[in-house]
């Protein structure tokens, strides 16, 4: 999708790298030492210039927003302006202004691409990128398969294996221990097992958790959760195999439910599954797995439910599919930024 002519994509790592700085950049207000740590940064390797100019050229792609959303100035710094004597930062604060006319989708757009990227780099102990899967092998056995977007830490102790879901979507296979329970806790509460295997899933606030094998247990997290004799002032509530909950942070556990356990871990094989899905939900499962950000313009009313099987390894496809369904076109601005309207 609008890739055609454009150097290969640097790695994740090194991506986020350029990203921190060219937002800092465009900040304006970098220090003198800052700003030399910057310089050493980009002069370590010619990996550097590269990832950086990389992000450049994205940014600078990005103003033909314009003519879909009216003038719009996305300035992007040049690292050779960057002033490291004399009077730091006023010439760059006075080449460096970024002037959002379309403040909502130019702040939406730096929100998902930047915010959270580098507080999930120091806190997680693995993640993956958008569109990026992996295996992890943990300390005592178990695997964890990680989904699109998705973010772990890790916390074992002889007592307990506590696994924090930070964001996204996880697999468990979990290794048989009675005297080191296994935990996954995300949204306030903890999904319990031992020598089990289910998938926990953190979205829009909502947390569902879906067992394939054996059974767990999913009960509040947290000392203040407990009541007396530290018995949990709620109830703790079991889910067999090929069922599922759902719960939300502060809210009550909706009932079990039969699912297909299958179907709901399509990921795994590289397929999207929607069922009668509402046109933004549709536009948002696919949004996980894009590497930036799938922006719907339309005054029109969306509202044709989704069906299908998709991959996520073509979302070209899928994102077509999809805005045709509603009449819509499609515009690749940048590889990180995919408008229907």
Same mark, same amino acid.
């Given at each position: 999708?609008?890739?055609? $002519? ?8 090194l /991506? ?7 937002? /800092?950049?465009? &900040?304006?207000?970098? *220090? =003198?030492?800052?700003?030399?740590? !910057?310089? /050493?940064?980009?002069?370590? *390797? ?22 879909? @959303? ?21 010439? @760059? /604060? ?13 702040? *939406? ?6 915010? $959270? ?12 990128a ?11 056995? *178990? ?7 998705t973010?772990?830490?890790?916390d074992?102790? +002889?007592r ?21 329970? !296994? ?13 089990? &295997? !289910? ?6 606030g ?9 059974? #767990?247990?999913?009960? +509040? ?10 018995? +949990?002032?709620?109830p703790? =509530?079991?889910?067999?195999a ?16 039969? =699912? ?9 094989? $590289?397929?999207?599954? @929607? ?11 696919l949004?996980?797995?894009? +590497?930036?950000? #799938?922006?719907? #313009? ?5 509202? #044709?439910?989704?069906?299908? =099987? ?14 045709? @369904?509603?009449?819509?076109?499609v ?11």
């Amino acid at each position: 999708m609008g890739t055609e $002519g454009r150097t290969p994509q640097p790695p994740h790592a090194l /991506r986020d790298e350029a990203r921190h700085w060219l937002v /800092r950049l465009t &900040a304006g207000d970098m *220090s =003198v030492q800052e700003q030399a740590r !910057f310089q /050493r940064w980009l002069d370590a *390797s010619p990996s550097h210039k590269e990832a950086f100019a990389y992000e450049q050229a994205t940014w600078r792609q990005v103003e033909s927003l314009k003519h879909l @959303m009216g003038p719009t100035t996305w300035a992007v710094p040049d690292p050779d302006d960057v002033s490291l004597a004399g009077e730091p930062g006023r010439r @760059m /604060r006075a080449r460096r202004r970024v002037v959002f006319a379309g403040l909502a989708l130019a702040a *939406s757009l730096l929100a998902a691409l930047f915010a $959270g990227d580098a507080w999930l780099a120091l806190i997680s102990d693995y993640r993956t990128a958008s569109g990026e899967q992996i295996r992890v092998s943990l300390p005592d056995g *178990s695997t964890a398969y990680l989904n699109t977007a998705t973010a772990i830490g890790v916390d074992y102790t +002889p007592r307990e294996r506590r696994i924090e879901l930070l964001s996204g979507e996880a697999y468990f296979v979990v290794a048989r221990n009675a005297e080191a329970p !296994f935990s996954v806790r995300s949204q306030g509460r903890l999904t319990r097992a031992v020598g089990t &295997a !289910f998938a926990v899933h953190d979205a829009n606030g909502k947390v569902s958790v879906t067992v394939t094998e054996g059974k #767990i247990e999913v009960v +509040p997290a947290g000392a203040a959760a407990k009541g007396p004799g530290g018995r +949990p002032q709620t109830p703790a =509530v079991q889910v067999s195999a090929d069922h599922q909950v759902i719960y939300a942070r502060g809210g009550a556990i909706a009932p079990v439910r039969a =699912v297909d356990a299958k179907a709901a871990l399509a990921w795994r094989t $590289g397929k999207i599954i @929607m069922d009668e899905l509402p046109f933004d939900d549709a536009i948002a499962e696919l949004d996980r797995y894009f +590497p930036g950000r #799938i922006v719907v #313009i339309s005054t029109a009313a969306l509202d #044709i439910p989704v069906s299908g =099987v998709f991959s996520a390894r073509s979302l070209d496809s899928a994102i077509g599919t999809l805005a045709a @369904m509603q009449g819509l076109r499609v515009r690749s601005v940048t590889p990180y930024l995919v408008i229907l309207y």
